[in-house]
């Protein structure tokens, strides 16, 4: 009756143990016949390649003042196989996307939802915890001093590459290098370890610029006030530091936002400094009176008879405002004297004049390598008649930049010697030896001059109170198809302060101002003046005590 | 003479002793892997979930604490008193069994309906039944031995109280119980001595009704087998997703692991990483050799009672044999179930690894378990030395 089973339990066991044994072969097969598939898939799942994004470099002025920063933003992406369709409803309140576009992305492993947020902001999505909803860390341009400066540092695009300025010219220095790393990460994407750094990171290289933002704000508000006032179609303001070429100042207008990408077309992004060529007129007289004084066939004592004179190919009699007489040099700068200056130019012939004006600089490059920067046009002086000669003396028939014009100028302020534009602060890299264009006594001489123009001649307007200027108007009649035209003009000034030590160099060029002034004594001087008033105590240059 | 060296060398496994070592010792080490693990695997979730790193250790060690009074209690509770009382056992399983499926005071949990929260503690009906099962077919068949022994009668009755059991099972659902009950009373049937023929052919019906499910349902089937291809791209991120978390686990464990604490998967990858997952942990962290070594513990605790169960037939104590057999395949057979979910063998089902896993019942009813046991052994033990005196 008490029979015990004995073969029912062993039967039992071996199938309890057969059971165990198919869990072990499982088990072996999972953890070493075929672990390589496994660990495969585990490392796509949470093996990831993390970029190590680096800032471009700033752009500061000379005082380290931000001219273009970049600030660290985040955006929002999302892997939509992993966003849940329950949490479209509030994805699309928070990321301002329509929830009929979250569904079509539906099967995306990767969309960007929202671009360019601050932190604060993108902690406010993040910290919902939506799945398959993650941050990346980027970084947005900046540029604090907006539409003042805004030809000259240019912009990036949406890649943060340099577009336009110097954030085009120098990008390859202001650009990091990317860095990216595998790490491993948890579910939440925290990382846990670092696996393998796949491409070291460089850091984007700051740049300081020689300007002084003071002065360019300075140089930019006068120069809207006027081409405002003036209903002038551009214009533009140069400010050098005579002693090391160093620009200070590089107004332009109009002008833009370049934080508004919406504003940054047409017209307004053009530095027109360093890219508008433009006939110069009666300022290059100065330039003229270098060359006569530099050929030794004249000199301060010389007196020359401006009355009116044909000029062989010219269809009309070449004649000033009124007839001066028998007037020195000085006089024929002060009262701007074509007649004057075409006899001197005749006297001097073509060889030497073409030398002169190239020694200053004009129809070369300015060094500075500015994208779209332009040479101006100093035409051939083999190929010269009278009347180009003529023309060239008092302006016409060759184009210059503002730059070249501070350029040139700054030669007569500094005695004569001629330095590399400097743009870069801290550049070891002369792009020219100092030459020598004028002697110290002729660049007296011509200061001198100059200084009598604001004096008593046709930059009175220029003048600075508690200063001594010097310097010369320019009023030159535009071209088009049809030949020179009567009402559209270029107004312009160059000039210098203290004349007795010169500081800085202002160039001022308006194009096209419209009313009854229009001249460069009339409209560009009065700009000179203003900036220069209040420059001059910024750079602490000492006023003379009123006599 | 081959018989006497046998029942001697039987006889020289059961010393003199109130406690057996070859099954406390596996248990203990069973119960600490299990709170290692349990630690390791819940300590990042719990950081983020419940703001303390330590919710589930804690928890655990107190359960614990619990799952050795109840040790206590059911090594002291006299066994003819749990015999003659099993049918209350099962009256208040069936009582709790119905209960949880009344709404407001079952809880719902990834859909389904198992728990009663009783504030302090969340009960599984399905757990007291497996011990209320086991008692009471115990006593059933030692009652109706010879019915049982010979006629189909005795077979059909312990199959009309399952019956009961498994409909009440399939509506929470918890297929994982059901399969478990059902293989202790199919077990303990067969041990106790049902006629293999009937037996087999009970079987066979079993067999070709799946099959008949399996033809006519192909749909449900199809679905019921995705857990096959966790890897395919339609399953990859819905229905097979824990499971491949879980395989990939295994996978990184290789041969030896990647190390206690350095598990990947418990980061957020895996689900129910300290619960029924805890295994995949395990196997991530200590490798094949840690598996090796786990399933030797379990062996060691299964085969000791079965074997104390076969002393016990041996001696006549036939309730304590049928209790220790039922308890044995109780506790391989869910060790079985829950090792081929983690590993893919199986569908998922809400199973725990006895011992090992986070779960207050689970530790409870485990622990109670052994505790029988060795009130078993400590009878079985009693009644051979009083032979041996006679």
Redesign the interface.
């Known amino acids: 009756?008490?029979?015990?089973?004995v073969w029912?339990?062993y039967?039992?066991?071996v199938v309890?143990?057969l059971?165990?044994s198919?869990?072990?072969a499982?088990?072996?097969d999972?953890?070493?016949i075929?672990?390589?598939?496994?660990?495969e898939?585990?490392l796509q799942?949470?093996q990831r390649v993390e970029e190590l994004k680096v800032a471009r470099g700033n752009i500061v002025d000379r005082n380290g003042d931000p001219l273009a920063v970049s600030t660290p933003v985040v955006s929002i992406y999302a892997d939509m196989?992993?966003v849940k369709e329950k949490d479209y409803i509030i994805l699309s309140k928070m990321t301002k996307n329509t929830i009929s576009y979250l569904k079509e992305k539906k099967l995306k492993h990767e969309i960007r939802l929202v671009k360019h947020l601050s932190p604060e902001q993108a902690e406010i999505i993040l910290s919902l915890n939506l799945s398959g909803v993650y941050s990346k860390n980027e970084f947005k341009r900046f540029y604090p001093a907006g539409e003042v400066i805004a030809q000259l540092i240019g912009f990036t695009n949406i890649e943060d590459h340099g577009q336009s300025g110097l954030e085009l010219e120098y990008e390859n220095y202001l650009t990091g290098i990317d860095g990216a790393k595998r790490v491993?990460k948890?579910?939440?994407g925290a990382a846990?370890r670092d696996v393998q750094m796949i491409k070291e990171s460089k850091e984007g290289q700051d740049i300081q610029l020689t300007i002084d933002l003071q002065l360019q704000y300075l140089a930019y508000k006068e120069l809207k006030k006027a081409v405002t006032k003036l209903h002038a179609t551009s214009g533009s303001v140069v400010i050098l530091n005579i002693e090391n070429n160093e620009i200070l100042a590089m107004a332009n207008m109009p002008s833009f936002n370049p934080n508004d990408g919406a504003q940054r077309k047409g017209y307004a992004l053009r530095n027109r400094s360093l890219i508008n060529q433009y006939e110069p007129g009666s300022v290059m007289k100065a330039f003229t009176l270098a060359a006569a004084l530099e050929s030794g066939k004249f000199d301060d004592q010389s007196i020359i008879d401006v009355k009116p004179m044909r000029v062989k190919g010219r269809s009309t009699i070449l004649e000033d405002l009124r007839y001066y007489g028998k007037i020195s040099l000085s006089t024929i700068l002060e009262k701007s004297s074509n007649v004057g200056v075409t006899k001197i130019a005749l006297e001097l012939g073509d060889q030497i004049m073409w030398n002169q004006f190239y020694k200053f600089g004009f129809g070369q490059s300015s060094g500075l390598s500015f994208p779209g920067e332009v040479t101006g046009y100093l035409p051939n002086h083999e190929k010269w008649q009278e009347v180009q000669l003529s023309s060239l003396s008092f302006g016409y028939g060759i184009t210059v930049t503002p730059m070249q014009l501070a350029q040139a100028t700054a030669v007569i302020a500094n005695d004569g010697i001629k330095l590399p534009l400097k743009l870069l602060k801290n550049s070891q890299i002369m792009t020219a030896a100092p030459q020598s264009v004028m002697s110290k006594y002729n660049a007296d001489t011509l200061k001198n001059m100059m200084f009598q123009v604001v004096a008593r001649g046709t930059g009175k307007k220029a003048a600075v109170e508690n200063y001594t200027v010097a310097g010369k108007t320019g009023t030159a009649r535009k071209v088009s198809k049809k030949g020179y035209i009567d009402d559209q003009h270029v107004a312009s000034f160059i000039g210098f302060a203290p004349v007795e030590e010169p500081k800085i160099v202002i160039v001022v060029v308006i194009d096209s101002p419209q009313g009854k002034s229009y001249g460069g004594g009339a409209v560009a001087a009065p700009v000179f003046s203003n900036i220069m008033q209040q420059a001059l105590p910024l750079l602490n240059v000492i006023p003379k005590e009123k006599i | 003479m081959t018989q006497l060296t046998l029942d001697q060398s039987t006889r020289s496994y059961f010393d003199n002793r109130y406690f057996d070592f070859w099954l406390l010792v596996p248990v203990i080490a069973l119960c600490l892997i299990g709170f290692t693990m349990v630690t390791s695997a819940s300590m990042d979730f719990a950081s983020i979930n419940n703001n303390n790193p330590y919710h589930h250790m804690q928890r655990h060690g107190i359960y614990l604490v619990l799952g050795c009074m109840s040790f206590l209690l059911f090594y002291l509770l006299p066994l003819s008193f749990i015999q003659k009382f099993s049918w209350l056992a099962l009256l208040l399983s069936f009582a709790l069994l119905i209960a949880v499926l009344i709404p407001g005071i079952g809880m719902k949990v990834n859909g389904s309906i198992r728990w009663i929260n009783l504030g302090f503690f969340t009960l599984q009906p399905s757990e007291t039944m497996k011990v209320a099962m086991v008692l009471y077919l115990s006593s059933y068949l030692v009652r109706r031995q010879i019915e049982v022994r010979s006629k189909w009668s005795g077979f059909v009755k312990p199959m009309v109280v399952l019956g009961f059991v498994v409909v009440l099972l399939l509506a929470e659902p918890d297929f994982g119980a059901f399969v478990v009950i059902l293989s202790a009373v199919l077990g303990m049937m067969f041990l106790a001595g049902v006629r293999a023929g009937q037996f087999f052919l009970v079987m066979l019906g079993c067999v070709i009704a799946v099959a008949i499910m399996a033809v006519s349902q192909e749909y449900r089937m199809l679905r019921l087998l995705s857990y096959l291809e966790p890897f395919s791209p339609e399953n990859v991120y819905g229905s097979g997703y824990q499971l491949t978390q879980a395989l990939i686990a295994f996978g990184r464990g290789e041969w030896f692991g990647v190390g206690l604490g350095n598990s990947i998967q418990k980061l957020f990858y895996l689900p129910e990483a300290h619960t029924d997952f805890v295994l995949s942990i395990f196997a991530e962290e200590f490798g094949l050799v840690g598996i090796v070594i786990l399933f030797g513990l379990f062996c060691l605790v299964v085969g000791r009672i079965m074997f104390i169960g076969k002393r016990a037939e041996e001696l006549s104590l036939y309730y304590q044999a049928y209790c220790a057999y039922g308890i044995g395949i109780v506790l391989a057979v869910q060790a079985i179930i829950n090792i081929g979910v983690n590993t893919g063998v199986l569908p998922t089902k809400g199973l725990t690894l006895p011992f090992v896993s986070y779960g207050g019942t689970s530790i409870l009813i485990c622990l109670g378990l052994i505790g029988l046991v060795s009130n078993i052994y400590q009878s079985v033990q009693d009644t051979q030395n009083n032979q041996e005196v006679i």
Do not use: S
């Not at chain 1, 009756?1 to 089973?5: A, T, V």
């Not at chain 1, 075929?34 to 660990?39: G, L, V």
């Open positions: 009756m008490n029979k015990i089973y029912r339990f039967f039992v066991l309890l143990a059971l165990l198919v869990m072990f499982r088990a072996l999972l953890q070493v075929n672990k390589e598939f496994y660990i898939q585990g799942r949470f196989r992993k491993l948890t579910r939440k846990i």
